[in-house]
């Protein structure tokens, strides 16, 4: 009889770590599908600057920083990689600068009433909509790891197999700031 209760103690310790470490991958590869689903979002951002760069030199030679500080910023997010960290921060750095390159159409009312223009403009603002549900799912599902993989007992299970905790996207303080743009 001791051995049944022994036997099923057992049987119910391992059942207990097989399904908190299977919803530890689950909740694992949930995050990293919703990074991806990010990072396709961004893409789709980043191949969309070059034609909306395009149109815009054509109206603002003489802004030519305002242009560069866009392409520097997405070549910069392309070589960040797999790096949550860098890639946050050229995502950031990026935003901002087509903020600024948004903020140059008040100054060129041709420029803002071009039809090639406004539809880039209008892309762009349907796919940052798209990001920002997306950052909003990823950090929902970063959540939900980092509390299983933090809180006792899954913690024991999720430091067993090597289950870190992930990174969530986060504003940062130049995000947080309303864009200035002075042409003095």
Do not use: C, W
Request: no cysteine; hydrophobic share 40%; charged share 20%.
């Amino acid at each position: 009889m001791p051995y049944i209760i022994v036997g099923a103690i057992v049987v119910l310790i391992f059942l207990y770590f097989l399904t908190t470490y299977n919803g530890l991958v689950t909740l694992r590869n949930k995050v990293r599908n919703q990074k991806s689903q990010i990072d396709v979002e961004l893409k789709r951002r980043f191949d969309l600057i070059p034609n909306l760069v395009e149109t815009v030199k054509g109206y603002a030679n003489h802004e030519k920083t305002a242009l560069e500080d866009v392409i520097k910023a997405r070549n910069s997010y392309v070589t960040a990689g797999n790096n949550t960290a860098q890639a946050l921060e050229a995502d950031n750095v990026l935003t901002g600068a087509l903020a600024r390159l948004f903020a140059l159409s008040e100054s060129y009312p041709e420029l803002k009433s071009n039809t090639n223009f406004m539809n880039l403009q209008n892309e762009l603002a349907n796919i940052e909509q798209k990001i920002a549900y997306s950052r909003q799912f990823y950090n929902d599902s970063v959540y939900k790891l980092n509390n299983k993989a933090e809180m006792f007992p899954s913690n024991l299970v999720a430091g067993v197999f090597g289950f870190d905790k992930e990174t969530f996207f986060e504003a940062t303080d130049t995000e947080k700031e309303n864009v200035k743009v002075s042409f003095n």
